[in-house]
């Protein structure tokens, strides 16, 4: 794509808001924020955010010496932070993390944004049962896990859950993406039967419908690499405003315009799909 065209749509398709740092400061410092894959790509932008922000932090990934940095990083700035090291589709370390985040007297945001992506067509799949279970036990499972443990908690504060989704979820099912695509759209359904049944006691779940962002996940599809698309910092301010907001979701106004339309012509979106190898 030439530079203008890619400046172009870029400037017109992924437009994120800007909170500015006080505003950060007001709404977040000394909030208690859990942020699940704080290690890398969007959960990393945030985690740095926050620190910015006075925020007291819990950070949940895999990567040891990602989250110490984001510890000693937080430390110099004066935050209170602890980190968990944890492979949450491991059953035995959610659960020992659920114990763990029980014992916190108050939490305020639950940013559940650890996930997996991956990209095989079902018949390259046959012999991989696992990339199912992976997919699902992270981005389905451990979302629920956690979020149990912590509806208690969010309770107290009039907290909120914010879940990292994907806007393809917002359109007929494409090729290649059935283990993603399914697991995040169980949490999708999970977040908003969780908002309605939780909204009137104080605790909303919002869900961010990400559009393309480049990080490590997206940049391992190749043809994603040379699209235009959010940076990991432009994500992570849509989340923070999404999380300050009242809104139920945030979705790019293109996603907006494009999603009923893109459900009447499924039809041929699904035509145009089964001719593709
Ligand atoms: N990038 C995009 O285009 C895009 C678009 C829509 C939605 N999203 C969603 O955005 C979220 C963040 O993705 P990203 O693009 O920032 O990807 P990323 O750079 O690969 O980061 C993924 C994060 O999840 C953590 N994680 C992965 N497996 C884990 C496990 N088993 N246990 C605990 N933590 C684990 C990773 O940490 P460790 O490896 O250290 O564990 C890392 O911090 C995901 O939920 C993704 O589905 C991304």
Request: positive net charge; contains cysteine; aromatic residues 8%.
């Amino acid at each position: 794509m030439n530079n203008i065209l890619y400046k172009t749509a870029k400037a017109l398709l992924y437009h994120s808001p800007s909170i500015s740092k006080s505003t950060l400061c007001k709404i977040f410092g000394g909030k208690r924020v859990i942020i699940s894959g704080a290690s890398h790509g969007i959960g990393k932008a945030l985690a740095l955010k926050l620190i910015e922000a006075g925020a007291d932090l819990f950070l949940i990934a895999r990567t040891e010496s990602e989250l110490q940095f984001l510890h000693d990083k937080a430390r110099q700035n004066g935050c209170n932070v602890r980190i968990s090291v944890t492979d949450l589709r491991n059953r035995n370390e959610l659960d020992r993390l659920c114990s763990v985040l029980k014992e916190l007297p108050r939490v305020d945001f639950f940013f559940c944004n650890a996930g997996k992506s991956i990209n095989r067509r079902i018949e390259d799949a046959l012999d991989r049962m696992h990339d199912y279970d992976r997919t699902i036990d992270l981005n389905y499972k451990s979302l629920v896990a956690l979020s149990l443990t912590l509806i208690p908690k969010l309770r107290q504060s009039g907290g909120k859950i914010i879940y990292t989704s994907s806007a393809s979820c917002l359109y007929p099912a494409a090729p290649g993406w059935s283990a993603y695509h399914a697991s995040k759209c169980a949490a999708n359904i999970w977040c908003q039967t969780a908002d309605s049944e939780l909204k009137h006691k104080g605790v909303r779940v919002q869900i961010a419908y990400m559009p393309l962002v480049h990080t490590t996940m997206s940049d391992a599809t190749e043809m994603y690499r040379k699209l235009p698309a959010f940076s990991a910092e432009e994500a992570a301010d849509i989340l923070l405003s999404l999380s300050i907001s009242n809104k139920r979701c945030y979705k790019p106004w293109w996603a907006s315009l494009t999603e009923i339309p893109a459900i009447c012509l499924s039809p041929l979106i699904r035509k145009i799909y089964s001719l593709k190898k």
